[in-house]
């Protein structure tokens, strides 16, 4: 779960499962672009044209990305088979994540979802494999038999890497699964594999280390970013296990702001500009019509209003109209609210109790409640 994290850029969707790319994944991009063109293949095949090494190059780079994205796609396809919704993948300098809507409801879900990952790249390493074979008997181009060599390798590095017993990665969630499942404690579980997770990133690293000092620059870096990577990722992935846990606990209607101001629908946007947002400082306001709850307006739809037409149109005409998207029950856990703000792409719900307006969740609000109960936790351990 992201409290909070800088925006993707959106690609396309498959199966309903919407890919984005992390800006860091164009990075990683042109630098195996140009190790592939300029370094892997020239000094490995000498003897052909320059541009021939950058089309093989390339090729080699979508196909290797293209692996990637099937590698998490699989995780996609099971998780959403066994109703533990994955809708988004994000593809990112170290590879990619399928994002789970929550924890695995068990452990032997957690494995068939971890478990798939590497097993496709391991089908992917002997498809390339054959169709190299296959390249070589028929006398084709070296270049492009070693385009597939080179694809069947990366991908069974990639299962292998991925099955390293540290989590986040897939064989930490296999660790952590059979954890779970011995001592039926998820916290625990975790905890126990995402130190696994940062004793791996150690050793990456110094075995990264090592290699700068034997002259492998390029090589050892790559393992110290990837240490370094997968240490923050374990340090991340723990403490959002935990988080998620502790807001499953916590109802919607413990941490609500009760009776919230509220916009009239027929107010002015510039009215409500001057009013309200500028003068509480407030990032949203629920709309109310009637005695009822009808939208939302929320700086976002202000913003898309131009300045000039703000005078002339009314709250209702620009607001997020109320519906299953933005309205939450009180009785609801705190994480099915962020789980809704972000499928709704908003930070802000507002809660309805037998068809009455209860209050207004805010992301901020959930927050600052667990950076509040983490710091009241340290203390405690600190006494």
């Known amino acids: ?208 280390a090592l290699e700068i000092f034997a002259g492998a620059l390029v090589g050892g870096l790559w393992l110290i970013f990837i240490g370094l990577f997968l240490r923050a990722a374990a340090a991340g992935g723990y403490q959002s296990t935990m988080i998620e846990q502790t807001l499953e606990r916590i109802r919607v209607g413990d941490i609500m702001t009760r009776e919230p101001v509220t916009l009239a629908a027929e107010l002015s946007v510039a009215d409500a500009v001057e009013g309200y947002f500028l003068r509480l400082g407030y990032g949203g306001f629920p709309v109310v019509a009637g005695g009822r709850v009808v939208g939302m307006l929320s700086l976002s739809q202000v913003r898309l209003c131009p300045a000039e037409d703000r005078a002339r149109k009314t709250v209702a005409e620009i607001m997020l109209p109320a519906d299953a998207r933005i309205e939450i029950e009180p009785q609801a856990s705190a994480i099915s609210a962020i789980h809704k703000m972000n499928q709704a792409n908003c930070r802000r719900l507002v809660v309805i109790d037998g068809g009455k307006l209860a209050g207004l969740i805010t992301l901020t609000g959930v927050t600052r409640f667990v950076q509040i109960k983490t710091e009241l936790a340290s203390e405690a351990i600190t006494n």
């Open 1 to 208: 779960m992201a409290l909070g994290a800088g925006k993707p850029i959106k690609l396309f969707k498959v199966a309903g499962v919407q890919v984005d790319i992390d800006y860091s994944w164009l990075v990683v991009f042109v630098l195996v672009l140009w190790s592939l063109s300029a370094g892997y293949f020239p000094q490995t095949y000498p003897g052909h044209q320059t541009f021939k090494y950058w089309i093989v190059g390339f090729a080699a780079t979508v196909l290797f990305f293209a692996s990637v994205l099937i590698h998490e796609l699989s995780h996609a396809a099971v998780g959403n088979m066994l109703g533990e919704k994955i809708d988004r993948i994000t593809l990112f300098i170290f590879g990619g994540m399928a994002h789970l809507s929550g924890e695995p409801k068990n452990a032997n879900d957690e494995v068939k979802i971890a478990g798939v990952g590497p097993l496709t790249s391991l089908v992917l390493a002997f498809a390339f494999w054959l169709a190299a074979q296959a390249l070589a008997l028929e006398s084709a181009s070296s270049l492009w038999t070693a385009v597939f060599h080179y694809l069947a390798f990366i991908n069974l590095a990639l299962a292998l890497f991925n099955l390293l017993p540290g989590f986040p990665l897939d064989g930490g969630r296999l660790l952590r699964a059979v954890l779970w499942k011995r001592w039926g404690d998820l916290h625990r579980a975790t905890a126990h594999a995402a130190d696994w997770g940062r004793n791996i990133a150690w050793a990456l690293m110094a075995l990264g």
